[in-house]
């Protein structure tokens, strides 16, 4: 019986580590007002060029969820994060995306001032597709003026 709670206190000891771990890596503190001059797909959704904001979904406590809404508030998007750290302190808030031909699809946000930002957690399938036909992303980023 000992082993038992001993085993069961451990769990749920490392069980609370690990959650308030991962709950505070990300570093999106407000919102990213974002022009964007191209389409782009985040995860498997593909939003024309034009205004976005990026913050945390409603309920999500800062956590892993974050919300995309076009400027006129049509269109918007959940996407799972984790968390992303930049060689770098942007000047601007940055969007990072990984271009392949005409096709661009949003990888990293980081908000001026702070080289803790996110990583979009889950990759499109057009985008793991083009990976597996051998085609080569290159790399840009799209710095905010905010």
């Given at each position: 019986?000992?082993y038992t709670v001993n085993l069961l206190f451990f769990t749920s000891a490392?069980?609370?580590?690990?959650?308030?771990?991962?709950?505070?890596?990300?570093?999106?503190?407000?919102?990213?007002?974002?022009?964007?001059?191209?389409?782009f797909t985040i995860v498997n959704t593909t939003l024309p060029p034009g205004?976005?904001?990026?913050?945390?979904?409603?309920?999500?406590?800062?956590?892993?969820?974050?919300?995309?809404?076009?400027?006129?508030?049509?269109?918007?998007?959940?996407?799972?994060?984790?968390?992303?750290?930049?060689?770098?302190?942007?000047?601007?808030?940055?969007?990072?995306?990984?271009?392949?031909?005409?096709?661009?699809?949003?990888?990293?946000?980081?908000?001026?001032?702070?080289?803790?930002?996110?990583?979009?957690?889950?990759?499109?399938?057009?985008?793991?597709?083009?990976?597996?036909?051998?085609?080569?992303?290159?790399?840009?980023?799209?710095?905010?003026?905010?």
């Open positions: 019986m000992r490392a069980s609370l580590l690990f959650l308030a771990a991962s709950s505070g890596n990300a570093q999106i503190v407000g919102q990213v007002d974002a022009d964007i001059h191209h389409g205004r976005y904001v990026f913050r945390w979904s409603p309920g999500s406590n800062q956590d892993r969820t974050m919300l995309v809404t076009s400027g006129d508030g049509n269109k918007s998007v959940e996407f799972l994060v984790r968390q992303s750290t930049d060689s770098l302190t942007p000047t601007h808030s940055d969007l990072i995306f990984n271009r392949y031909g005409d096709k661009e699809f949003l990888t990293r946000i980081y908000e001026r001032g702070d080289k803790s930002g996110v990583a979009v957690a889950e990759p499109s399938r057009a985008e793991e597709r083009l990976k597996k036909e051998g085609e080569t992303a290159v790399e840009h980023t799209e710095e905010q003026s905010q």
